[in-house]
């Protein structure tokens, strides 16, 4: 099944050259608190990518900005605010050597 169609772009191209992978733990794992931070994450542009996780960390985030003043702003402002984070871990991308490749057909 086909969910849809979208255009890769390069996020450098269009001012997005730092990259970073956030993991987050969660003070609780009840539904209100994922559904809260989950409807919450969401809105935030500069988050690509969600992922809820087994065991610990509970998400991993892809997230763009421009540099690492944008970035930091971000997680200050933005990420860290999240409802129900306890705690937040990130990583900066180096080199993205593959892109998100098709599945294998």
Request: aromatic residues 8%.
């Amino acid at each position: 099944m086909i969910s849809g169609y979208r255009a890769q772009v390069d996020s450098s191209v269009i001012g997005f050259a730092f990259n970073a992978l956030v993991f987050i733990t969660m003070r609780s794992t009840a539904r209100a608190a994922v559904e809260a931070f989950e409807s919450t994450v969401i809105t935030i542009p500069q988050v690509v990518q969600t992922q809820r996780l087994f065991g610990e960390p509970d998400y991993l985030l892809r997230v763009v900005a421009a540099d690492l003043t944008g970035f930091q702003e971000l997680y200050d402002q933005q990420l860290s605010q999240l409802p129900g984070v306890q705690k937040l871990t990130s990583t900066l991308v180096m080199k993205s050597i593959a892109p998100i490749q098709g599945l294998p057909l």
